[in-house]
């Protein structure tokens, strides 16, 4: 028994550490679950993933390479370690269910769009590596434009995706790179992003043959 309750003491002083590592720490691969809108129609699972929380704070916003890199290059669809940002995943569920899948329709040319508020918390660690709040700001974006990764928020690509691949689930990717910000910080301290909240994430698309004109909506919060 003392065995035991030695286990589940390390396994919840493990857990309280996680809690405690880290603004969001314990929450920087989350999924939720959005429910159809209509009955039998397509249902959604959004996995918020992928952030990068420059720790310290010193990009450059003409890099492509190196650790203060902001710039994106050919086929590059991550968030960049000098900026920062987030990866968010969306698999669509019940699709070749709906009548015009089952007709064998096209796409009519829809792509799918996603957006999401954002904030960012910013300021300066003292020299004992400490976060001084008393610097700190928030940088909030509203619904603002996530990118897309790549041709996978084409709604023909994904319908082919389906078609070719009949024992799998797929969706668009998307994701953001931010662009920088400006921190000031006092001598000796240095910048920091403490951390990222992502709330009101929406996923949309206007296709009339299979997809309809749909948006998949979930407050989060996500954080990192």
Same mark, same amino acid.
């Given at each position: 028994?003392?065995?035991?309750?030695?286990?589940?003491?390390?396994?919840?002083?493990?857990?309280?550490?996680?809690?405690?590592?880290?603004?969001?720490?314990?929450?920087?691969?989350?999924?939720?679950?959005?429910?159809?809108?209509?009955?039998?129609?397509?249902?959604?699972?959004?996995?918020?993933?992928?952030?990068?929380?420059?720790?310290?704070?010193?990009?450059?916003?003409?890099?492509? =390479?190196?650790?203060? !890199?902001?710039?994106?290059?050919?086929?590059?669809?991550?968030? /960049?370690?000098?900026?920062?940002?987030?990866?968010?995943?969306?698999?669509?569920?019940?699709?070749?269910?709906?009548?015009?899948?089952?007709?064998?329709?096209?796409?009519?040319?829809?792509?799918?769009?996603?957006?999401?508020? *954002?904030?960012?918390?910013?300021?300066?660690?003292?020299?004992?590596?400490?976060?001084?709040?008393? *610097?700190?700001?928030?940088?909030?974006?509203?619904?603002?434009?996530?990118?897309?990764?790549?041709?996978?928020?084409?709604?023909?690509?994904?319908?082919?995706?389906?078609?070719?691949?009949?024992?799998?689930?797929?969706?668009?990717?998307?994701?953001?790179? =931010?662009?920088?910000?400006?921190?000031?910080?006092?001598?000796?301290?240095?910048? *920091?992003?403490?951390?990222? !909240?992502? /709330?009101?994430?929406?996923?949309?698309?206007?296709?009339?043959?299979?997809?309809?004109?749909?948006?998949?909506?979930?407050?989060?919060?996500?954080?990192?």
């Amino acid at each position: 028994m003392p065995r035991v309750l030695g286990r589940l003491a390390l396994a919840l002083f493990a857990g309280a550490v996680l809690v405690l590592a880290g603004p969001g720490s314990a929450q920087a691969d989350t999924s939720v679950e959005i429910p159809a809108p209509t009955d039998g129609g397509i249902s959604a699972t959004v996995r918020f993933h992928g952030a990068v929380v420059p720790q310290p704070y010193n990009p450059d916003p003409n890099a492509a =390479f190196g650790p203060r !890199k902001c710039q994106l290059i050919y086929h590059d669809y991550n968030p /960049t370690p000098g900026c920062g940002g987030f990866s968010l995943g969306v698999t669509l569920h019940n699709v070749r269910s709906q009548p015009g899948y089952l007709a064998g329709l096209p796409s009519t040319g829809g792509y799918f769009s996603a957006s999401a508020d *954002t904030a960012r918390t910013f300021g300066c660690l003292r020299p004992d590596g400490t976060f001084d709040h008393g *610097t700190s700001f928030v940088v909030r974006t509203e619904q603002m434009p996530l990118s897309g990764v790549y041709y996978e928020p084409d709604s023909n690509w994904l319908l082919g995706q389906l078609a070719r691949y009949p024992d799998q689930d797929y969706g668009p990717p998307f994701f953001v790179n =931010f662009p920088a910000v400006q921190v000031n910080c006092p001598e000796g301290m240095t910048a *920091t992003q403490y951390g990222l !909240k992502v /709330t009101n994430v929406n996923i949309f698309i206007d296709d009339a043959n299979v997809f309809g004109t749909t948006t998949w909506s979930t407050p989060g919060p996500f954080y990192a």
